[in-house]
T-cell receptor, first 114, second 114 residues
């Protein structure tokens, strides 16, 4: 069974600090990896995608992927109180019957204090 | 990304009744996905809906409980049948992005069964 594991948190960081969110996955054949942000009572919003080993930066966000270790992370620099949300890691499980599906972790709650 | 409109946004229903959730996309899409997010949990894929064919259900979900319609390339419905309090969840409609690996979500339907 394909699994995606995340620490549920909460992860508490002060405003301006770097928040580091981690995720491991079980399916070694996974090819695509995503981070979603979900505010309380809202639907998930895609914030980062990464497909190859290494780092990918987009503004204050950096996604890191290490396929050998089956590990993906999200760094948020200069954290703001508005970043307080649950961050979901999602892994593309590959094509099955002509379409691909995502497996989601349970999410890490991030709390950024002013 | 596509604009996905989902309704109702929330509902409180009596046990034993059924609720139909609608999902409208502003562009034609091949696949539409229905997820469930139980309180404090991550997203679980219920089924995949392809226009012109029967929906494909994930393990643990059956058509009698969650019938799905997909009459055209921009619309789908999910019905939660014979509801019990255990069906209280957020139900989310999703479509693939242009890369065919990421997912974008509607606003979700928060269902409470009493």
């Amino acid at each position: 069974q394909k699994e995606v594991e995340q620490n549920s948190g909460p992860l508490s960081v002060p405003e301006g600090a770097i928040a580091s969110l981690n995720c491991t996955y079980s399916d070694r054949g996974s090819q695509s990896f995503f981070w979603y942000r979900q505010y309380s009572g809202k639907s998930p919003e895609l914030i980062m995608s990464i497909y190859s080993n290494g780092d990918k930066e987009d503004g204050r966000f950096t996604a890191q992927l290490n396929k050998a270790s089956q590990y993906v992370s999200l760094l948020i620099r200069d954290s703001q109180p508005s970043d307080s949300a649950t961050y979901l890691c999602a892994v593309n499980s590959g094509v099955n019957s002509g379409y691909s599906t995502l497996t989601f972790g349970k999410g890490t709650m991030l709390l950024v204090s002013p | 990304s596509a604009v996905i409109s989902q309704k109702p946004s929330r509902d409180i229903c009596q046990r034993g009744t059924s609720l139909t959730i609608q999902c409208q996309v502003d562009s034609q899409v091949t696949m539409m996905f229905w997820y469930r997010q139980q309180p404090g949990q991550s997203l679980t894929l219920i089924a995949t809906a392809n226009q012109g064919s029967e929906a494909t259900y994930e393990s643990g979900f059956v058509i009698d409980k969650f019938p799905i319609s997909r009459p055209n390339l921009t619309f789908s419905t999910l019905t939660v049948s014979n509801m019990s309090p255990e069906d209280s969840s957020i139900y989310l409609c999703s479509v693939e992005g242009t890369g065919n690996t990421e997912a974008f979500f509607g606003q979700g339907t928060r269902l409470t069964v009493v």
